[in-house]
């Protein structure tokens, strides 16, 4: 986890160093009246001077205090502006998985419990366009049709949950959905891959054989085995979700992490760049160490080892 | 860390990743026989869409032979017979803009795919081959790899190198590179477990020949599986990048970047925003179809069913 973590850094913080530009030229543009030394100085307060060695260790000893340095664009720190970008992002993220998990899974098993009926082939089909279908396309399609058959569009202007629940969810429920899809497809095409592999399982047969329901078998007997490998394809959902995320929170303005990310891009402003996708990354490291513990304590097999 | 799959759980990497390990583990060893008994319906309807979508990309500038760039058509005008898919914001065609992003993915898609194959491949089979350190360093920068969620790391990496369709492929090239090294990784020790390559060792057979004559032969089942279901990841990816700016820029014609366009114009407009996206589905729904089909061929863990339960072939 910690030298994870750690790897992640080094390899955000080459990234940033290894492109081509110089951010003193990029600031300063084509001002030729600055002189040498003020450049130096504008490194200085920029935290780019120095060897990398020396870069990446006042970066590195500054995040784990809390210091992620000031943005470019306005001096903000950056750590507020990331601490305001994080729940959105996890409002989005959690709605998100809520819809794709509650809805995917009873689709997936009654595809695998009906296999090869009309309306496992319907599901099968319906999980291959959803993983087809472009996130954003369908937030676009999504905006079309409630314009055009509702006239409604979403508020526009981020509003707090905490401020107005009603407001909120009406704004997120679009991007919910358009990132959701995709996740929702998988988790459908898991379940009914591992329902299929756990229904053809002897114990599952004998359970059967000595009059247990049908309903029982699949329910209690069935599902909760098959239920263990997609919470390893959900951890990996979440990757995906935070890059869906990034693309619709343009659309729909929302100001989340990869908003944040994404402007920061356009602005050259690299300590936001350096501190949004570090969030990211370690969020998602986190996510798929929560997952690992959900792991082990659904299939005990796994921690005796 | 010594095997791809470290406990019974599938590869994290990514599920399609995944499915390419357990399709090879479960495949027959004389594969690609298997194109001889392709009953398959899903794999060919995917098949043949991809086979529309290149002949659409090599000859479909030939058959609507309208300039893409050219503004001389009214602006905004929705889709009729002369512009079969309406006009854009600057009178261009649409239909020829549509034909030209088509060339764009296909080209982006096939350029990141190979660099994340070349790359992926020599990673995998030098870590597979030599173990030891070389393998645990390349191996552990290939986790940490995947600690990046995929297009979050191809939208840093596009954004850092300069917005453009060359950078774009680099940088999807990069982001997928890691699912290269680890499949191959996973199949090289696994082949490398054969006595025929101990034998081959022991006639005296330099590392170079063995690798390159026996080793990437009998590793290229899985690569051709994973290259299909990475097709479609860079192609979608291609299209967020130009979606984001990031990516192929205007005025060239790229689904992203015409869908990005769209947006300005939803509600003057619906044209604009319906047929770059249903091109984008279009060409992923056909390389997953016929991943899909391959994956049910290439594994036969899935028998028939006695009464409602589902038996072991």
Known sequence: MIPTVVGISIIIFLMVRLMPGDIIDILFGADIQVSEEEKQQARIALGIEGSYPEQYWNWASGVVTGDFGQSFRNAEPVLDVLLRAVPITFELMILSLLIAVLIGVPLGVISAVRRDSSSDYAARVGGLVGISIPNFWLATLLLLFTSRVFGWVPPLGYVSFFDDPLTNLTQFVLPAISISVFTLAIVMRMVRATMLEVLSQDYVRTARAKGVQRRLVIYRHALRNALIPVVTVVGFEIGILMGGAAIVEIIFGLPGVGYVLLNSIFNRDYPLVQGATLMIAVIFVLANLLVDIVYGWLDPRISQH | ?313
């Open chain 2, 1 to 313: 860390m010594s095997d791809p799959r470290p406990t019974n759980r599938p590869v994290l990497a990514a599920d399609a990743a995944g499915d390419a390990v357990g399709a090879w583990e479960a495949m027959p060893r004389r594969r690609l026989a298997f194109l001889g008994r392709w009953h398959n319906p899903i794999g060919i309807v995917g098949a043949a869409v991809i086979g529309f979508n290149v002949l659409l990309a090599l000859f479909g500038a030939l058959v609507w032979s309208v300039d893409p760039d050219a503004q001389d058509a009214e602006r905004l005008l929705p889709p009729s017979w002369g512009n079969p898919m309406g006009t854009d914001e600057l009178g261009r065609d649409v239909l020829a803009r549509i034909i030209h992003g088509a060339q764009v993915s296909l080209q982006v898609g096939a350029i990141a795919v190979g660099i994340a194959l070349v790359a992926g491949t020599l990673i995998g089979l030098f870590a597979g081959f030599h173990r030891g350190v070389v393998d645990a360093v390349l191996m552990r920068v290939v986790d940490l790899m995947f600690a990046f969620p995929g297009l979050v790391l191809a939208i840093v990496i596009a954004g850092l190198l300069g917005p453009s369709r060359r950078n774009a492929m680099i940088a999807i090239g990069i982001v997928i590179t890691p699912a290269f090294a680890r499949v191959v990784r996973g199949a090289v020790l696994e082949v490398m477990g054969f006595p025929y390559i101990e034998s081959t060792r022991a006639l005296g057979a330099s590392s170079r020949r063995v690798m390159t004559r026996h080793l990437l032969p009998n590793i290229a089942a899985p690569l051709i599986v994973l290259v299909t279901v990475y097709l479609s990841t860079a192609i979608l990816a291609e299209a967020a990048l130009s979606f984001l700016g990031l990516g192929t820029q205007p005025p060239e014609a790229s689904w992203g970047g015409m869908l990005n366009t769209a947006r300005s114009y939803i509600d003057a407009a619906w044209w604009l925003s319906i047929f770059p996206g249903a091109a984008i589905m279009f060409v992923c729904l056909g390389f997953n179809f016929l991943g899909d089909g391959l994956r049910d061929i290439l594994d036969p863990r899935l028998g028939p069913t006695v009464g409602d339960i589902p038996v072991k072939k």
